[in-house]
């Protein structure tokens, strides 16, 4: 019998917080500064605070899981391994709204970019070539994907740094408050906690990335790497975002510049800089949604490759590995496949949905924390185990419960009806729980060399 052939091991710490980042995309935070600054009364930066505070529970709780089950899949395999192949599967199949339609919504956004300079070209022109070029770049080398993902994250950030240096000149000319040295995008009389909770739902998704990082635990170095980058990746993340956002609210405490709020970051540019530094922006913007696309197309690639490894997708496509290139081909292509849906006119409903998926796969990692430590292992005889492995999955769990209650109606009526799909395919895979659902094993994979 021939050997397996398996995922290569070869993405250190940093790069792996290079694709995290590059999920993140760190210039999100101008895109919704003015529908943020809507909702929070002009307190952007403090949304981006308690949207921090959320994600690192369930940051710490993906650390530990990671630690224990050193295998792709994310909150998939966590649940699966811990509360069951049923539970997994749904889990599995939420998450996938999430995965499965990001790289789609980049693909839509490149789309919108091209079009706006080149208005005379089809648009499903760009979003083909873009999905082409994505896609031969994750079948060919997940190093060649952490690779030119980390040039992009790197000019991105670099902009970022730019556009706080040019906003801290044109505050000491006297543009918005008129100094660097106030409280008011914290804190102001107007404040309403339900609506800093409110815009804090909204940019708690700019976060979703660090828990796509878990989806390269079999191309990591070694059992560690995973674990720091998850942390790495959320305080750095959302160190940008706060600053960003503290300097571009200190800038324009009134909305009123603005012509269009559902995307700021054009009109940004061109305040703070000038119709070439706005040329700048853009071009960031533009590269960093290719790195979002990059890994969040190397992501959902392997959620699918790890869901049909376990059997629960047809195992024959989904879990081949090739054995040149040691990445999961056939779900790579899948994916730029379903990317090139982006050449539809509205995505507005799948947006929102993408929410749902991730929520649920927030939800149920806290939850798999108190399910392995606490139920499986009994890790409660210590303060420090009732802290680690039931306090704060428990705040977890509880901080993602307040961004479920102000979900969109729409996220709600698509997420269920994905769920009630997953179900249904369920139910025929097993036979109505007559069967297994797909293999079960302790080792899921050959070591990898």
Request: hydrophobic share 55%; glycine share 8%; charged share 10%.
């Amino acid at each position: 019998m021939g050997q397996k052939t398996s995922l290569k091991r070869s993405l250190g710490v940093w790069a792996i917080v290079a694709l995290g980042l590059g999920y993140m995309t760190p210039t999100v935070v101008f895109d919704t500064f003015g529908i943020v600054s809507r909702i929070s009364n002009g307190v952007v930066p403090l949304a981006y605070l308690v949207g921090l505070i959320v994600m690192i529970f369930t940051a710490i709780s993906y650390g530990k899981m990671v630690r224990v089950f050193p295998d792709a899949g994310s909150a998939y395999t966590y649940t699966r391994r811990t509360m069951g192949e049923h539970v997994g599967f749904l889990v599995g199949w939420a998450s996938l709204l999430d995965y499965l339609l990001l790289p789609m919504v980049n693909a839509l956004i490149i789309r919108i970019y091209m079009g706006s300079l080149f208005p005379e070209v089809p648009g499903w022109v760009w979003v083909v070539i873009y999905v082409a070029i994505v896609t031969a770049i994750n079948v060919y080398s997940m190093r060649s994907t952490s690779g030119l993902n980390l040039i992009l994250v790197v000019f991105t950030v670099a902009l970022v740094a730019i556009f706080i240096v040019m906003a801290s000149f044109q505050l000491y000319n006297g543009m918005g408050e008129g100094t660097l040295f106030t409280i008011k995008p914290l804190w102001h009389q107007d404040v309403e906690m339900i609506a800093v909770f409110t815009a804090a739902t909204v940019v708690a998704f700019s976060f979703i990335g660090f828990d796509a990082i878990t989806m390269y635990t079999e191309e990591a170095k070694d059992a560690n790497t995973v674990p720091r980058a998850i942390l790495v990746t959320v305080i750095l993340g959302g160190t940008i975002f706060f600053i960003a956002a503290y300097f571009t609210q200190t800038l324009f405490p009134d909305l009123g510049v603005f012509s269009l709020l559902d995307d700021t970051l054009p009109e940004i540019g061109l305040y703070v800089g000038g119709q070439v530094f706005q040329l700048i922006f853009l071009a960031g913007a533009f590269a960093a949604t290719v790195a979002s696309g990059l890994a969040s197309h190397a992501s959902v690639s392997r959620l699918l490759y790890v869901m049909g490894r376990n059997g629960v997708l047809p195992k024959r496509a989904f879990g081949y590995v090739h054995p040149k290139f040691r990445t999961p081909v056939f779900t790579v292509v899948l994916t730029g496949v379903v990317s090139l849906l982006a050449i539809g006119p509205d995505l507005e409903l799948i947006a929102s949905v993408i929410n749902f998926g991730a929520l649920i796969a927030f939800t149920f990692v806290n939850l798999s924390v108190i399910s392995y430590f606490v139920v499986r292992k009994k890790r409660y005889k210590t303060g420090k185990d009732i802290l680690d492995y039931l306090v704060m999955p428990i705040l977890g769990a509880a901080f993602t419960g307040i961004l479920w209650y102000h979900l969109h109606a729409d996220a709600f009526i698509g997420g269920l009806t994905w769920v009630v799909v997953g179900v249904i395919y369920m139910l025929y895979l097993t036979k109505f729980f007559k069967k297994k659902l797909g293999t079960f094993e302790e080792s899921e994979m050959d070591e990898i060399a």
